[in-house]
């Protein structure tokens, strides 16, 4: 195996990211520069990343690297007319003349309107995100080592090929925005990440194993379990044999459950049912208002699942936002939420933020084992995960993709067999209402970099999941394929 070390180029002690004060810094500096007649709304993001990241393919280290960026955004808006100028060089000239340039775009977009000029000043400063771990910032190229050397020793002494990453992250924010009465309000927000994906593959192709994990937190995910479960399933996967498609008992594991509970949220628009538009949760028009109504209040799949967000939850690695509760989309089967509510509106009657639970969410799941759920399955199958899943129709709400890197049957409580992969086209909806049983829920893959979450509002960083293993009744496959 490559030696890890060997990749690193850098300096262990140097500083990651920017510091708040330096981040505050740099908005005084381009506070002082802005033109006091330029008026409008001034809006500043002070923006820093940083990435330690190791890749590998067939047994050897492939990739190793350290990254760091500093961007500064500079916006200057009037009316609807803006300038935003983006920069990463932080120097005191470099800024002023960044936010100059800023200002004479909006201004010479905007024409003759005239000026707004702040008055009656006052500060706003909101509460700092908790998804913070000094585990993950402090990561070090030594500490990454052994879990990579145990999926590659481990798959080289069976003769098969491994691949995969093991990746951290840690980004922070400073933003500032001053409007056109000069009202100010600041936020400032820090999240890591820490992902690992393993797959195993044997070298002519004919058996696969993948697993992975992702969190903001490396306490949260067990990477020698990790590394080992990739490789006992590519071992499990060998010398598949072919069925026929058709409909099975099937148990889906939970990075695969993950899927449906994901199609299932992307549903959940409060736009199409309202508007009369072809849509599952349209119930009908409400003739006595001359207006359409959507399912909210009914229940629309099985009573055994629930889904909420949790701005605060420490599991799922949001941001917490001072003054927002917990979200539920979906209580006992029932749905309480959709989303393309009026933020600032919902925010006021209820307290909640529902464009929030587009980034994370939780599905309570219960004490049934995947053990438990083999034991009692006559036939059936068991689905590692899926790929290339896309809708193949609106109406219907089918979707189709492909089972990867691990299929498995199971006969009389029993695993007897690898089974070559299938295409399946499934609706979540029928998932979801055609449920046998509900497992144990634990956090899965979902990998995120913070680098493009923090870009934008810090409430959708790392869209962690917390999804069970579900068995379902009659799932459709429909062909056979040869991917493995």
């Known amino acids: 195996m490559n030696s890890i070390e060997t990749y690193y180029r850098r300096d262990e002690k140097a500083e990651r990211l920017l510091s708040r004060e330096e981040a505050i810094g740099i908005v005084d500096e381009i506070k002082a520069a802005s033109s006091p007649s330029a008026g409008g709304r001034l809006d500043v993001r002070v923006f820093s990343y940083w990435a330690n990241g190791v890749r590998w393919a067939r047994n050897n280290t492939s990739l190793s690297n350290l990254g760091r960026e ?20 932080t120097d005191s000239e470099s800024v002023v003349n960044a936010t100059r340039l800023a200002e004479k775009i909006a201004l010479e977009v905007a024409g003759d309107r005239p000026l707004d000029l702040p008055v009656n000043r006052e500060t706003l400063e909101s509460t700092p995100s908790k998804v913070w771990s000094e585990g993950v910032y402090n990561r070090t190229p030594s500490e990454n080592a052994p879990s990579i050397e145990q999926v590659i020793t481990d798959a080289e002494s069976r003769g098969f090929l491994a691949a995969g990453y093991l990746e951290s992250y840690a980004a922070n924010v400073y933003s500032f925005s001053s409007d056109k009465w000069g009202r100010e309000s600041t936020e400032y927000h820090q999240i890591t990440q820490a992902q690992f994906s393993s797959t195993v593959r044997h070298p002519k192709g004919t058996a696969s194993g993948w697993a992975g ?77 001359s ?16 889904l909420y967000h949790n701005p605060g939850d420490p599991v799922t690695g949001l941001p917490e936002i001072e003054g927002l509760n917990k979200v539920t989309l979906v209580d006992k089967g029932v ?76 006969e009389n409580g029993k695993i007897t067999k690898a089974v070559r992969n299938f295409k399946f086209t499934e609706s979540p909806l029928f998932v979801l209402n055609n449920l046998d049983t509900v497992g144990i829920s634990e956090l899965v893959w979902n990998p995120t970099k913070a680098r493009t979450e923090l870009m934008g509002h810090p409430a959708y960083s790392l869209q962690s999941r917390v999804v069970p293993s579900i068995k379902v009744k009659d799932f459709s496959f429909t062909s056979t394929i040869d991917a493995i």
């Open 291 to 306: 207006r359409f109504r959507s399912k909210l209040g009914l229940k629309i799949i099985d009573e055994r699942i629930s």
């Open 213 to 289: 994990s992702s969190a903001y937190d490396f306490s949260l995910m067990d990477l020698g379990r990790i590394a080992s479960a990739s490789v006992e399933k590519c071992i499990a996967s060998l010398d598949p044999v072919r069925l026929e498609p058709g409909r099975y008992t099937t148990i889906l594991e939970p990075a695969a459950s993950n899927t449906f509970f994901s199609l299932f949220l992307g549903l959940m628009n409060r736009v199409s049912p309202e508007s009369g538009g072809a849509h599952p949760f349209l119930l009908g028009r409400d003739f006595a208002l």
């Open 70 to 89: 500093i961007k500064v955004y500079i916006g200057r808006s009037k009316d609807r007319f803006a300038g935003t100028i983006i920069t990463n060089q």
């Open 335 to 410: 749905l309480k939420s959709l989303f393309n509510y009026p933020s600032h509106s919902f925010q006021e009657l209820y307290n909640e933020d529902i464009s929030l639970s587009r980034a994370s969410f939780t599905v309570p799941g219960t004490d049934v084992s995947m053990d438990d759920m083999i034991s009692s399955t006559s036939r059936g199958l068991i689905v590692t995960r899926f790929s290339n899943v896309h809708r193949v129709d609106d109406k219907s709400v089918l979707f189709s993709g492909f089972t990867r890197d691990g299929l498995w049957l199971v």
